[in-house]
């Protein structure tokens, strides 16, 4: 079965702080996509990052990188020198197939990230 | 180019009434997803539609929601009787291809919050 864990829940940091946000993710294909979404206060989705399953190379963009692990199916999220504004839930998701309808997205129940000045 | 644009933001309903709610896609896209979201929780999948075609609703309730994306004109997800039960925020979101078919991104909006007094 197809699921998406985020075991930290809330997590707290004061600002310049780096944090990290575990994801760990469960599937039988071989072929999938993994993304991280950003929700501010505001309430819209802001899609930050996806990573399909052949792609194991870390990737960093500014202050964010991701960590993609398939030995441990995880897909970890870092934030370097942490702001308030990055204050947020945070959503990991998988999408499995190629094609076809599977193509619908597997949230997990997202971190609540808060950043204290 | 506009992004994915959802109306209205905000919805109060009665017990009972019916809830509609609308989703233009960016231009361009014709695949289109609805989900759900609770409060405190991740977002759930509820059905993938095509331009006139549902291609999976495995994720709507049996009863008193149904979707459609008309070939002119934008998808509605209706909720016939809300109960509070229904009370959440509703996301659409839309891609070029489907987001099983490789790169392709889903692009959401800002969500309806509907809510069920």
Redesign the interface.
């Known amino acids: 079965a197809q699921k998406?864990t985020q075991a930290q829940t809330e997590i707290s940091v004061v600002e310049k702080e780096d944090v990290t946000l575990d994801c760990v993710y469960e599937t039988r294909d071989t072929t999938y996509?993994l993304f991280w979404?950003k929700q501010p206060p505001?309430?819209?989705?802001v899609?930050l990052i996806?990573r399909?399953s052949f792609d194991e190379q870390n990737e960093i963009s500014g202050r964010y990188s991701w960590n993609f692990q398939k030995s441990t199916s995880s897909f970890n999220f870092t934030i370097t020198a942490s702001q308030v504004v990055d204050s947020a839930v945070y959503?990991c998701?998988l999408?499995?197939?190629?094609?076809?309808?599977?193509?619908?997205?597997?949230?997990?129940?997202?971190t609540k990230l808060s950043v204290k000045p | 180019n506009a992004g994915v644009m959802q109306n209205p933001r905000h919805l109060v309903r009665r017990r009972g009434q019916e809830a509609r709610l609308r989703c233009s896609p960016m231009k361009g896209h014709s695949h289109v997803y609805w989900y759900r979201q609770l409060p405190e929780e991740g977002l759930k999948f509820m059905v993938y539609l095509q331009k006139e075609n549902i291609i999976d609703e495995s994720g709507m309730p049996k009863e008193r929601f149904s979707a459609e994306f008309p070939k002119e004109g934008p998808s509605i997800l209706r909720i016939q009787q809300v109960v509070r039960g229904d009370s959440a925020a509703y996301f659409c979101a839309s891609s070029l291809l489907s987001q099983g078919a490789g790169n392709t991104e889903a692009f959401f909006g800002q969500g309806t919050r509907l809510t069920v007094v």
């Open positions: 998406v996509y979404y505001s309430g819209e989705l899609f996806r399909n959503f998701a999408s499995e197939g190629y094609g076809g309808s599977q193509g619908n997205l597997i949230f997990g129940k997202g």
